[in-house]
């Protein structure tokens, strides 16, 4: 459904009444080249995708991509409109999971549409910022809005790369402080940076792009706005690889641990089986009632067996002990 619809003349919001009307007005000769009208969509059905795609004269492509949803992160050009997708993402406090959700945006002659999928997406906290805060970039033109999209999705990689980050540090502190870590934190934590990275890492060559003087971009103002964008994802990028590095170590850390502490238990089994084995094989010699056996006869036999049993168990329990088996 259509949950905004506005033009903008000079960076200032107007209420948009039919959309053909508006967009004839907007592309009329004479008319300044920034002002544009926003579409904003979530979850559309169909028909109304049809009818929107039909006033703007959308490309083919991007139409059945935003039909079919659930597409890779990427930003793609046909002629002068620029096609994106982001992946919006949010951290759940309570499980430490990251929510990933579905953001797209058509950007062109006069125009500009963005469309969400899912619950983690901030769209409506980006227009009430552009309209707020940002008029001058609305002067810009309808690139302005995918600026507006870019930025506040690379800000929410920023906050979920310090709550990454203070996961890994409590798994470092149980892995390396003594603590018992679980492996399936640590999996856990790696499934969420990978899927940290495939949301993240398709956006940095098109930030760059959108960056560049030769570019789509004409407004040297955006394209400022755009290489700030850009390296604020690299940094994230750079966290996240060292995440998963890290991740790796303490993963191969934690498994070490639990093969020496499974050596160190099977010692201490062996150890004390060793010493049940010896009293018991010396019972057993003499409980099996041979007629010939003197020793059965001796008066001496009994506590001379006991003290044998004692005195080789206590052996081998000092042997064990010097040895660190006990």
């Known amino acids: ?102 953001l797209m945006a058509v950007v062109g002659d006069h125009f500009a549409v963005t469309l969400r999928h899912g619950d983690a997406a901030p769209l409506h906290k980006v227009r009430k910022r552009l309209e707020k805060h940002e008029q001058e970039l609305l002067r810009e033109g309808p690139v302005s809005v995918l600026h507006g999209l870019l930025d506040k999705v690379v800000d929410t990689y920023l906050q979920i790369d310090e709550e990454v980050a203070r996961d890994l540090e409590d798994i470092e ?27 993240a890492l398709p956006l940095q060559m098109p930030l760059r792009q959108l960056a560049e003087r030769d570019g789509i971009v004409t407004s040297k103002e955006l394209r400022l706005q755009f290489r700030d964008v850009s390296d604020h994802l690299a940094a994230v990028l750079a966290d996240i690889e060292s995440y998963d590095t890290l991740l790796s170590d303490a993963l191969s850390t934690h498994l070490s641990q639990i093969a020496v ?14 010493m049940i084995t010896v009293p018991t094989l010396i019972a057993g010699i003499y409980g099996m009632n041979f007629d010939h056996m003197p020793e059965l006869h001796w008066l001496l036999g009994y506590p001379l067996a006991v003290a044998l049993m004692a005195a080789v168990v206590l052996v081998l329990w000092r042997s064990f002990k010097r040895s660190g088996w006990l």
Request: proline share 2%; charged share 30%.
């Open 1 to 102: 459904m259509i949950v905004d619809q506005a033009v903008y003349r000079g960076g200032q919001r107007h209420e948009c009444g039919d959309l053909s009307d508006e967009l004839a007005a907007l592309r009329a000769d004479g008319a300044p080249e920034s002002d544009f009208v926003w579409v904003g969509l979530k979850d559309p059905t169909a028909e109304e995708f049809a009818f929107v795609a039909a006033e703007l004269d959308l490309h083919p492509l991007a139409v059945e991509d935003i039909l079919s949803g659930n597409q890779r992160a990427k930003v793609e050009v046909y002629d002068r409109t620029i096609f994106a997708v982001v992946k919006t993402l949010r951290y759940d406090d309570e499980t430490s999971d990251i929510e990933t959700g579905e």
């Open 173 to 199: 502190r149980d892995v390396f402080g003594g603590s018992r870590a679980h492996s399936t934190t640590i999996y856990r934590l790696k499934r969420e940076v990978l899927e940290f990275r495939r949301a």
């Open 261 to 274: 502490q499974q050596n160190s238990d099977m010692r201490k089994i062996s150890a004390w089986a060793a």
